[in-house]
């Protein structure tokens, strides 16, 4: 089965400032999606950026970022110029491409608050 | 195009009872999924829906069950429901086949209280 991992419950950024947030993950499969999600006090679940896992270039999404680092297992998002929206519960997810349909395994979340 | 919809949003219910909650994906998305959101144990997957059919089922007791109707709307029902069962209830669609890696898109969720 596979496990996703957010080691950091909470993190805290200036506005205006980049912000890191960490995801590692753990599977035996070869071909695999993976996604950032945020998730505001309405608790609607926005992506914000995905990564397939075949591909060797890095997702952007405007401010967003990740850093995808296949044989380690890792899956960062880093948010440049940090806006006081961006504050929110940031999930971090894999879909398997292979059989399991659109199951999604979240990690634990990381709370993300923007200071002004 | 509209977005996921969930109904009800809210709703409160006693030791015992049952519940259904709704959800209407969004149009030409063939792939309804289920999440329970609890502050202790996160988002937990709890099944799939695709054309009908049950495709994928996560490890929560036979008190949860779910449906799919042709035109792809999907519901979700627990019975005996117990304090335990509160929680944030997250509906996803997507196109859906397998392998596709498409775009899930969630509604804004059900919240469930039980008391």
């Known amino acids: 089965a596979q496990t996703v991992t957010q080691s950091q419950p909470e993190m805290s950024v200036q506005e205006a400032e980049t912000v890191t947030l960490s995801c590692t993950y753990d599977?035996?499969?070869?071909?695999?999606?993976l996604f950032w999600y945020k998730q505001p006090p309405s608790r609607q679940m926005i992506l914000v950026i995905r990564?397939?896992?075949?591909?060797?270039q890095n997702a952007t999404e405007n401010r967003f970022s990740v850093n995808f680092q296949k044989a380690a297992k890792s899956f960062s998002l880093k948010i440049s110029d940090s806006q006081l929206g961006d504050a929110a519960m940031y999930f971090c997810a894999y879909r398997s491409a292979g059989t399991s349909g659109s199951r999604l395994t979240f990690g634990e979340g990381t709370q993300l608050t923007v200071n002004p | 195009k509209a977005g996921v919809t969930q109904t009800p949003r809210y709703l409160i219910k006693t030791r015992g009872q049952q519940v259904t909650l709704s959800c209407s994906p969004i149009?030409?998305?063939?792939?309804v999924s289920w999440y329970q959101q609890t502050p202790g144990q996160g988002l937990q997957f709890l099944f799939e829906y695709f054309s009908e059919t049950q495709r994928n089922k996560g490890n929560f007791p036979g008190r949860f069950s779910g449906r799919q109707f042709s035109n792809s709307r999907s519901e979700m029902n627990v019975s005996t429901l117990e304090l335990g069962d509160s929680a944030l209830y997250l509906c996803?669609?997507?196109?859906?086949?397998?392998?596709?890696?498409?775009?899930?898109?969630f509604g804004e969720g059900s919240w469930l209280t039980v008391v």
């Open positions: 990564q397939e896992a075949y591909k060797q």
């Open positions: 599977t035996s499969e070869s071909d695999y999606y």
């Open positions: 149009s030409g998305h063939r792939s």
């Open positions: 996803a669609s997507s196109w859906g086949p397998r392998g596709s890696g498409n775009t899930i898109y």
